[in-house]
């Protein structure tokens, strides 16, 4: 099997370390690099969150520290669902600072794309900032860019305002130029991480897996994002489920901008299914998944890691 090179930018975040490991671990892929922005958390907590859960699972990719702050706005904070240090909820080892790649994310993303035999994959589980900076310092890389899997947006409501989800809100600036990139996009929106929901039973599931499912269950029951019946919405793995079994979801092409103008909508995702600004689709929407397949992917992907 020829596996996937994968880059990862991420806001580590408790959903984050579930997506991370499952990517680590998914023997369809080969991840280069590991890039921390901030996000849920400042950028030294997430970087630190990274590297510690690394340090966990004895893997060995290189993390490089991304933008510590929005290309224009304000950073936003998302302690109040991940915990203080973001990754709440259990006594990770100490981080192993070797693993931290010197310099700057873009000229790091820029290194494993530009000596990649095969091109290359991204995974944006956080704000777009790195991977924005990226496309606007390396343009000439995009056609060495296989697609670009994304967890952000909202359909409809969103979770940062009425209309805005977290990841593109944070910087709508960054999530405009990175949807305008012309790149192969596939977007899984808040309502699909809605939709595949973990059940408290499926999380229990995760947490008889052994070590690493254990200690997943003991930060997935400390993010405070609770469903009805005492699940959680793990939106980010879904991100990673597109690149591991595509088939789960349903697709539907739509043109994609971010409002960067407006004081009451500023940073609201406006997906356009039916061509109403007569634009080309630019991508390919998640809308539906079936809750149980996700559930049963989602424990089999987690077990890799502890055989």
Request: aromatic share 8%; net charge neutral; hydrophobic share 45%.
């Amino acid at each position: 099997m020829t596996k996937k090179p994968l880059i990862i930018s991420t806001d580590p975040g408790i959903d984050d370390a579930v997506a991370i490991t499952i990517s680590l671990f998914a023997p369809e892929l080969d991840v280069k690099l590991i890039a921390a922005t901030w996000g849920n958390v400042a950028l030294e907590k997430t970087l630190n969150n990274a590297l510690k859960l690394e340090t966990f699972l004895h893997t060995k990719v290189p993390v490089v520290g991304g933008a510590k702050m929005p290309l224009l706005r304000p950073a936003i904070d998302a302690s109040d669902i991940h915990g203080k240090s973001g990754m709440d909820g259990y006594d990770f080892p100490k981080a192993d600072r070797g693993l931290l790649k010197s310099g700057l994310a873009a000229a790091a993303i820029h290194e494993v794309v530009a000596n990649s035999d095969e091109k290359v994959t991204l995974m944006q589980i956080g704000p777009a900032t790195d991977f924005a900076l990226y496309f606007r310092q390396f343009p000439e890389d995009l056609d060495k860019i296989e697609k670009l899997v994304i967890m952000g947006g909202a359909i409809g409501r969103g979770n940062w305002g009425p209309y805005g989800e977290y990841n593109v809100a944070g910087d709508p600036e960054a999530a405009q130029i990175v949807f305008t990139s012309g790149l192969k996009i596939y977007l899984a929106p808040l309502e699909l991480g809605q939709q595949a929901y973990v059940t408290n039973a499926t999380m229990q599931r995760v947490q008889k897996l052994g070590r690493v499912g254990n200690m997943l269950y003991s930060i997935l029951t400390n993010l405070h994002d609770e469903t009805k019946d005492n699940g959680r919405e793990i939106y980010d793995a879904l991100a990673a489920g597109m690149l591991l079994k595509p088939q789960m979801y349903t697709f539907k092409p739509a043109y994609v901008t971010v409002d960067t103008k407006s004081s009451a909508t500023y940073g609201a995702s406006v997906i356009d299914f039916d061509h109403f600004f007569g634009k080309s689709a630019n991508v390919n929407v998640g809308v539906k998944i079936k809750q149980k397949v996700f559930a049963d992917w989602f424990v089999d992907a987690i077990s890799r890691a502890d055989k």
